[in-house]
């Protein structure tokens, strides 16, 4: 049987990460155009700005193109760090590092606590334990565009099998 990662965590990062059997599913909840919502408590150096914050909640430039709107807010400062809750919507490659390092606050730590419904709860670094039947529900019923598969193909669209 295989495990799907659903939304990898870069080597610096910890959190949650799902494993699910499920390749269709997996598929869904880690397609870009599916927008599923993930939240992370980030450590930040320093005490960022209102405006600061506002500017990263409306997006940013990043390679060339705005990232899409993010709910962040200050959950509470500790010395000279800030911890912030991020969420969002879309993930590109060290998105949040990005963003924060571009805004003038780079991110001494990054966890990872909820993709969808799931959340991370207690569980210590290293654990682990099964999603339980509600959690995979939802999943399940989470928005979902038509499967790429399963659209006809425009004109010149490759299938997967020809990608290479």
Not at 15 to 43: C, F, S
Not at 53 to 71: C, H, M, N, S, V
Not at 92 to 108: D, E, S, Y
Not at 127 to 139: A, D, N, V
């Amino acid at each position: 049987m295989s495990c799907y990662p659903v939304r990898q965590l870069d080597t610096r990062s910890e959190g949650l990460i799902l494993l699910i059997n499920d390749g269709e599913l997996a598929h869904r909840l880690t397609h870009p155009r599916n927008e599923h919502p993930k939240v992370y408590h980030v450590l930040v150096e320093g005490r960022p700005e209102a405006e600061t914050l506002e500017r990263w909640r409306r997006g940013i430039f990043l390679d060339g193109r705005r990232t899409r709107p993010a709910k962040v807010r200050v959950i509470r400062y500790e010395g000279a760090h800030t911890w912030l809750e991020v969420e969002m919507r879309e993930g590109k490659k060290r998105q949040i590092r990005r963003i924060a390092a571009r805004l003038g606050h780079p991110v001494r730590r990054l966890i990872r606590i909820r993709i969808g419904p799931v959340t991370l709860g207690r569980l210590k670094p290293g654990q682990w334990r099964p999603l339980t039947e509600q959690e995979l529900r939802q999943l399940r019923s989470l928005k979902a565009e038509e499967s790429p598969r399963s659209r006809p193909r425009r004109a010149g669209q490759r299938s997967a099998a020809q990608k290479g």
